[in-house]
């Protein structure tokens, strides 16, 4: 079989990728190492993760807030097991979407593991044991990332676990220790403390999710301290260890060096992702990755080697499932000749707890560092009548625009819904909108993006009207 390209890897960024080349009037295979296509994303980490995610919500409003609103429920539980087939069904109908969507722009599909034999050859080693080689003239690596585990922390699939082990826990846990207060540690986090867990984050920062605005993680992590989870900021893990039936965390203050040991059911590691490479031929047509592992690309997303081009989590860059999806549309048009553009600084990045948090473009960090000056506004969610009414009242909306100019520079929510609203920043910002011209935009009110139009009034001139 020859194609004009063959995509390895079938995630957001690889089955996107291969979409727009097969739109594009390309000959299109994509080869999946798995039985079913959608990569991490889909089989076990966005998709799984949002499904369980509500799930534990609808548990602790039911738990927590139905008797406020009037609405009484004798004898309720959780049933991990319904829980977890609910998920599975789930990831089993946007899998098989993903299926009907190769057929209908008819591209090619192969299962097996992929890997370079030479620049035009690609081998596929399927698990009967067999194997297929395909012809390409331009390839894209779209392989995704696995769940970083140091050797110390003895992961074992069983007791000591990544995400996604944790997607498939049958049985309520009654203890938990995660490792890593980023988006994976607390998103995972919060669905069993939703569910009654007792929770305990151990994070060597001093802060939840670092790499975000402080103010974002600062709220975050007095929302999630409300539902019982406990945290431990400033700590390194020394080592894991488990039994049949549980684990045992120990670690010290990085600071004093005093010892910290947790003892739980579960030791959940989630201290980020690395990009995987691992047999895939590189060596064989001399692609070149750095030291941690990732291809190394050009402005154009291609590697060293005329005609393969790397995408998503296996180059530089947040990792993130629309990241890649962008990176894919943008390969499959550079090589039709087109002239794509992706602004990295305006993919936006979200937390999938409750509330959410979402932010696009510079943190109050960045702009301290870079010397920019700034301007900053910042509205509570508890100030909107739609909040109230919903009882979802954590959170604000933080918005920083230029000191001189008024262009809007970074917004920063925390809140409900807030996955969601992000987009309405990251249109203004595509524009270079000012915080002036999100002021003067109508918002539907009650709405939860009413937050957004305050903030922008109070970032302008400090002139919010509802605090």
């Known amino acids: 079989m020859k194609y004009d390209v063959t995509v390895i890897g079938s995630g957001p960024g690889g089955y996107v990728?291969?979409?727009?080349?097969?739109?594009?009037?390309?000959?299109?295979?994509?080869?999946?190492?798995?039985?079913?296509?959608?990569?991490?994303?889909?089989?076990?980490?966005?998709?799984?993760?949002?499904?369980?995610?509500?799930?534990?919500?609808?548990?602790?409003?039911?738990?927590?807030?139905?008797?406020?609103h009037g609405i009484g429920i004798?004898?309720?539980?959780?049933?991990?097991?319904?829980?977890i087939k609910r998920k599975d069904a789930v990831v089993k109908q946007t899998c098989d979407g993903i299926v009907y969507l190769m057929k209908k722009n008819k591209i090619d599909v192969f299962h097996g593991h992929g890997s370079f034999k030479d620049k035009n050859t690609i081998s596929i080693a399927k698990s009967d044991g067999t194997t297929e080689t395909i012809e390409t003239d331009k390839t894209i690596i779209a392989t995704g990332s696995k769940?970083?585990?140091?050797?110390?922390?003895n992961y074992d699939k069983k007791r000591i676990i990544t995400s996604t082990e944790a997607l498939n826990i049958n049985k309520l846990p009654k203890r938990m220790t995660v490792i890593g207060a980023g988006?994976?540690?607390?998103?995972?986090?919060?669905?069993?403390?939703?569910?009654?867990?007792?929770?305990?984050?151990?994070?060597?920062?001093?802060?939840?999710?670092?790499t975000m605005d402080a103010d974002c993680g600062k709220e975050l992590a007095r929302s999630m301290k409300k539902i019982g989870v406990k945290f431990h900021f400033k700590h390194k893990v020394i080592e894991v260890k488990s039994t049949s039936?549980?684990?045992?965390?120990?670690?010290?203050?990085?600071?004093?060096?005093?010892?910290?040991?947790?003892?739980?059911?579960?030791?959940?590691?989630?201290?980020?992702?690395?990009?995987?490479?691992?047999n895939l031929g590189l060596e064989n047509v001399g692609i070149k990755t750095d030291d941690r592992g990732r291809?190394?690309?050009?402005?154009?997303?291609?590697?060293?080697?005329?005609d393969i081009y790397a995408i998503g989590d296996v180059v530089k860059g947040a990792m993130l499932a629309h990241k890649a999806e962008e990176e894919g549309t943008f390969v499959a048009e550079s090589?039709?000749?087109?002239?794509?553009?992706?602004?990295?600084n305006l993919i936006p990045g979200v937390v999938y707890t409750w509330p959410e948090v979402a932010a696009v473009g510079q943190t109050e960090e960045q702009l301290k560092t870079a010397g920019t000056p700034y301007k900053s506004g910042k509205f509570p969610i508890r100030a909107l009548g739609r909040a109230r009414a919903s009882m979802d009242i954590e959170g604000m909306v933080k918005i920083l625009a230029h000191k001189d100019t008024d262009e809007v520079l970074g917004v920063h929510i925390v809140g409900p819904r807030a996955a969601d609203i992000i987009a309405e920043a990251v249109t203004a910002m595509e524009f270079r909108a000012s915080?002036?011209?999100?002021?003067?935009?109508?918002?539907a009110h009650p709405t939860y993006t009413e937050a957004v139009k305050e903030a922008a009034l109070a970032a302008t001139a400090d002139r919010a009207l509802h605090i």
Do not use: W
């Open 17 to 68: 990728a291969a979409i727009r080349c097969a739109q594009l009037g390309m000959k299109t295979a994509i080869i999946e190492r798995y039985n079913t296509l959608g990569g991490t994303c889909l089989n076990v980490g966005c998709i799984p993760s949002k499904a369980l995610l509500d799930s534990s919500e609808h548990y602790h409003n039911a738990h927590k807030n139905f008797a406020e």
């Open 435 to 443: 915080a002036e011209d999100i002021a003067r935009m109508s918002h």
């Open 74 to 83: 004798k004898d309720l539980k959780v049933d991990m097991a319904q829980m």
């Open 183 to 210: 988006v994976i540690g607390l998103e995972l986090g919060s669905v069993y403390a939703r569910l009654g867990t007792e929770v305990e984050v151990v994070e060597y920062a001093d802060k939840a999710i670092a």
């Open 335 to 344: 090589i039709a000749g087109q002239q794509p553009h992706i602004d990295y």
């Open 295 to 306: 291809i190394e690309t050009d402005a154009h997303l291609q590697t060293n080697v005329p």
């Open 147 to 153: 769940p970083i585990a140091p050797p110390a922390f």
């Open 245 to 278: 039936r549980s684990t045992t965390l120990i670690a010290e203050h990085r600071d004093s060096q005093k010892p910290l040991e947790i003892k739980a059911d579960y030791c959940l590691i989630a201290i980020g992702r690395h990009a995987y490479t691992a």
